[in-house]
C-alpha cells in the first residue's frame, strides 16, 4: 500500500469521525434543548388495582389476611388472570419443585411401611377451577348446593403438578394418605372414583369426613386424623394443602407445604 493511498485512507476515517461527532451532537441537541423541554424517563408501575390485589394475595397465602368471606370486587380480574393466564400454574410447580428437593435431599426413610405423606384433595391432588370460573373465582358467596352438584359430577382434573409428585412419592415407597373434609357419606365413591380415573393410584387410604367428625372445623378434624395416624405409628413426613387449615394443629409433620388458592379460604 502507497503513501498516497494511505493518506487517502486516513482523510476518509477523518471525515467519518467528523459525521459521527455531527450526529451525536445533533442527537444530544435533541434530547436536551428541543423546545425548552428536557427528555424525561418513564417509570413501569403496576396500576394502583393490580398493586392493591398483589398485596392483598399476598396477605391471603402468608395467612396474613383470614376468615375472607369472598374476593375483593376490585380483585375479580386480577385473580381471574391469575388463575387462567399460566402464573398459578408456574406457581404450583416451584412449590412442587421444592417439595422435590426436600424428598430428594432431606428425607431419609425408614422403609418400614410406616413413612407417611398427606395430600389434601380439593385443589390440591384435583381442581374445582371449572366450577370457580362460574363463581367468578372466588366472587360469590360459597354455594353449598352447587358445590355438591359439581363434585357429585366426579370431573375434576388433576392438577399436573401434584399428580407428578404424587406419582415420585409412591415410588420412593411413602404411604400416601389423602385427607378431605368431604363427607364420605355424600362424596366418597364419587370422590374415590374421580381420584383413580385421574391418576390417582396405589395411595394407603382415601380419608374422607365420616359423622363423627360433623360440624367440627377443619383444623380440628384434620388434626384428628393425623393424631390417629401417628398413633398407628407413622411418620409423617410431609403435609401438602392449598388451606391453612390443612396444615396447622396438630401432628402436622415434619414439613408442610402451601399451595395457592385466592379463591376461597376454609376455616
Known sequence: MTFFSNLKMWEMMKEIRELVMLFLMALCSKLTATSGKTMTIRKWQVPAEDSYCLSWRLGVETNNI????????????????YM???????????????VVDYVNDD????????DAWILDVDDTCISNLFYYQGKRFGGDPYDPKGFKEWALKGVCPAIPGVLRLYNKLIKKGFRVFLVTGRSEATFGQTTLNNLHSQGFLAYERLILRSDEYNGMNAVDYKSEI???????????????????SDIQGDYVGIRT??????????P
Open 66 to 81: 383470614r376468615a375472607w368471606p369472598i374476593v375483593p370486587n376490585q380483585c375479580l380480574r386480577y385473580v381471574e388472570s
Open 257 to 266: 407445604f402451601k399451595l395457592p388458592n385466592p379463591m376461597y379460604f376454609v
Open 226 to 244: 393425623r393424631k390417629k395416624l401417628v398413633e398407628e405409628g407413622y411418620m409423617i413426613w410431609g403435609n401438602i394443602g392449598d388451606q391453612w
Open 84 to 98: 387462567m393466564l399460566g402464573q398459578y400454574e408456574r406457581d404450583i410447580d416451584l412449590i412442587i419443585d421444592q
Open 107 to 114: 428425607v431419609v426413610l425408614s422403609n418400614d411401611g410406616f
